[in-house]
Structures are given as structure tokens and as C-alpha cells.
Nanobody
Framework: VHLVESGGGWVQPGGSLRLSCAAS????????MAWFRQSPGEEREWVAT??????????SYADSVKGRFTISKDNAKHILYLQMDSLKPEDTAMYFC??????????????????WGQGTQVTVSS
């Protein structure tokens, strides 16, 4: 299983970024995927999860990003996205994508025990 994040960078407060996570090496459709972030000296924080359902994917968000961030995925391209709008300085962190088979659970703790990418840095400052 191979996950590669991209799309990070510097942005001013109020701006937007879209992160991507290219996935390969597993049956993409049967996996729950999530974004996490971590700032220096801080604990890792769960950001958002997307999991397959019979008709639509189900998404969930941390309260700190709800209404500003959107998780989605392109099943044909095997890419996970995180659209980040109305960014704040406190969103500055290294962002990681993670994946785990649905049968093993889709809670943030369960996904955190799965596969991880190398991360992409997001910096929000003026």
C-alpha cells in the first residue's frame, strides 16, 4: 500500500488549498480513508474521514474544521482530496492521509493503525 500526499504550501489567512493523496497497491473501494494533521509539539489530530457506503460515501469532520474543509475522493483516479477553505493560522500543520480496510474499522483510531503517507506541510500566515 502506497499513499503520497501533495498540494501543501503557504497561504494567507482566509485562503484555500486542496490537498491530494494518491493511493495505490490495494483495493481502494473497500477502504476507509482519513486526513490527520500534526503541528510541532502537538499531538496528532484527526481532521476528516470518508468511508464507502452502498450509494454514497459517508464523511465526518472534526469540529475544528467542520464547515471549512471538505473530504472527497475520485474512485476512478484513486485520489483522496481535502479541500480547505477559510484557512486559519491554527490550521498550520503537517497533513497526512491514512487508509485502512473497512472490515478493520473506520473510526479515527482504527484508521490510524492502517497505512500512512509521508505528509505535506500546510502553513497559514500573513
Amino acid at each position: 500500500v502506497h499513499l503520497v500526499e501533495s498540494g501543501g504550501g503557504w497561504v494567507q489567512p482566509g485562503g484555500s488549498l486542496r490537498l491530494s493523496c494518491a493511493a495505490s497497491g490495494y483495493r481502494y473501494y473497500n477502504y476507509c480513508m482519513a486526513w490527520f494533521r500534526q503541528s510541532p509539539g502537538e499531538e496528532r489530530e484527526w481532521v476528516a474521514t470518508i468511508r464507502p457506503d452502498r450509494t454514497n460515501d459517508i464523511t465526518s469532520y472534526a469540529d475544528s474544521v467542520k464547515g471549512r474543509f471538505t473530504i472527497s475522493k475520485d474512485n476512478a483516479k484513486h485520489i483522496l482530496y481535502l479541500q480547505m477553505d477559510s484557512l486559519k493560522p491554527e490550521d498550520t500543520a503537517m497533513y497526512f492521509c491514512a487508509a485502512r480496510g473497512m472490515v478493520l474499522g473506520c473510526s479515527p483510531d482504527a484508521i490510524a493503525d492502517g497505512y500512512w503517507g509521508q505528509g505535506t506541510q500546510v502553513t497559514v500566515s500573513s
